[in-house]
């Protein structure tokens, strides 16, 4: 007679644990199944309009250098308050920064390229968000360090801070250029 409650009350004690345990994570952690591995394989065409014709990215762009790539679109409020950010560290010539236009209108892309500035090195458009799926985007923006060999080192989910590129961004590409 005692077991038949046994059964729920060592789901409702596991349930709980589950539940407890997630106190002490940190909300602003999101794991990446694809850091420490290889760039997935992608192709994606130029953004058309822009001023300056920009090529499009791939994977192979990604190789012989450390490189940032940063995963945006013209309707993401967040990808506007990280965009001064971006500019400032395209100036600064430590890597190449790429961009990916994730899900986006291309003539709403181009105006807030144009409006804002445009701080890639190449842009490639992810129309249908594949090649964001492929890199494991939960949405945008997203900034990723890849090494010279194409590895992913680093996510970055949401917009960068200064804090976050002077602590972690910077370290990780300076480490990865030696």
């Known amino acids: 007679m005692t077991y038949k409650y046994f059964l729920p009350v060592a789901l409702f004690i596991g349930t709980?644990?589950?539940?407890?345990?997630?106190?002490?994570?940190?909300?602003?952690?999101?794991p990446s199944a694809m850091v420490g591995k290889p760039a997935p394989q992608f192709d994606l065409p130029p953004l058309p309009g822009l001023k300056d014709e920009k090529p499009g990215l791939a994977t192979a762009d990604l190789l012989g250098k450390p490189s940032l790539v940063n995963v945006f679109a013209s309707w993401c409020v967040p990808c506007k308050a990280e965009h001064p950010l971006l500019?400032?560290?395209?100036?600064?010539g430590v890597a190449p920064l790429y961009g990916i236009n994730y899900k986006d209108k291309t003539e709403d892309a181009v105006r807030w390229l144009t409006e804002l500035g445009d701080p890639y090195a190449r842009i490639g458009v992810d129309a249908d968000g594949r090649v964001g799926i492929d890199f494991g985007v939960y949405g945008v923006p997203e900034t990723y360090v890849v090494d010279a060999s194409g590895k992913i080192l680093y996510r970055h989910a949401g917009p960068l801070t200064s804090r976050e590129v002077e602590e972690r961004i910077l370290p990780l590409l300076k480490g990865a250029a030696k």
Not at 16 to 29: C, Y
Request: hydrophobic residues 50%; charged residues 20%.
């Open 16 to 30: 709980a644990a589950i539940l407890f345990s997630g106190l002490w994570r940190d909300p602003q952690v999101l």
């Open 87 to 92: 500019l400032r560290l395209q100036d600064s």
